[in-house]
């Protein structure tokens, strides 16, 4: 089955500045790339995917690419604020859907002010 | 309701009793999902119902474990006999469809076994 691992476990940035959190995957077919951000408490929710189709997606301050050859796709969070600390899990799906989504182990993301 | 619901929000049990868990997912959601989660590690996949059926059950742990939905709607997740190694977050998550891009969580249940 599909093995998705990620790191880093724990990222310290400060205010303004980048956090990139990796993940590589193992299912060549896999073809739909989640990333879920969980707040303290909360449950996790969905901030931004990719399809295998697409080599990179923005959202504002967030950005996702993916790397089909080596297997491996990436959250790049910039001009970071505090209201990003939280544990961010990004995920990979054979179905394109949410059917058979694997996540990874999270990384917990400080932001200090 | 407008999001997936969760109760209880917390439960503590003594080793080796039942517990039931529960899940009331968006009105209209026919995909429903249990996840566990325990410190340190992912998302664990659990059980994935389309309507009132399993089609994947796939991530239970043991027999200890099972899951029923009811009316497309509410789902209740039984642990037997709890024991120690039982003791994490339980998430439930809800899409539209089975092959629906978004799926959306409750806020979980903290089990703790003593």
């Known amino acids: 089955g599909e093995n998705v691992e990620q790191h880093p476990s724990t990222l310290s940035v400060q205010e303004g500045d980048s956090a990139v959190i990796k993940c590589t995957y193992s299912d060549s077919a896999s073809n739909y790339f989640p990333w879920y951000k969980q707040e303290l408490g909360k449950g996790p929710q969905l901030i931004i995917d990719i399809r295998s189709n697409v080599g990179e997606k923005k959202d504002q301050r967030i950005a996702v690419t993916l790397n089909k050859t080596a297997k491996h796709f990436s959250l790049h969070i910039t001009e970071t604020q505090p209201e990003d600390s939280a544990v961010y899990f990004c995920a990979a799906s054979t179905s394109g859907g949410y059917q058979k989504v694997t996540f990874g182990i999270g990384t917990k993301l400080q932001v200090i002010p | 309701g407008a999001g997936v619901s969760q109760s209880p929000s917390n439960k503590v049990t003594e080793k080796g009793k039942d517990v039931e868990l529960r899940c009331d997912p968006i009105?209209?959601?026919?995909?429903l999902y249990w996840y566990r989660q325990s410190l340190g590690q992912g998302l664990e996949f659990l059980i994935y119902?389309?309507?009132?059926?399993?089609?994947?059950k796939s991530g239970l742990p043991s027999d200890r474990f099972s899951a029923e939905r009811t009316g497309g709607s509410v789902s209740t997740l039984t642990i037997q006999r709890t024991q120690q190694e039982d003791s994490a977050v339980y998430l439930c998550?809800?899409?539209?469809?089975?092959?629906?891009?978004?799926?959306?969580f409750g806020q979980g249940t903290r089990l703790t076994v003593v």
């Open positions: 119902f389309q309507g009132n059926s399993a089609p994947d």
């Open positions: 998550a809800s899409s539209l469809t089975g092959g629906s891009v978004e799926a959306f």
């Open positions: 009105s209209g959601h026919t995909a």
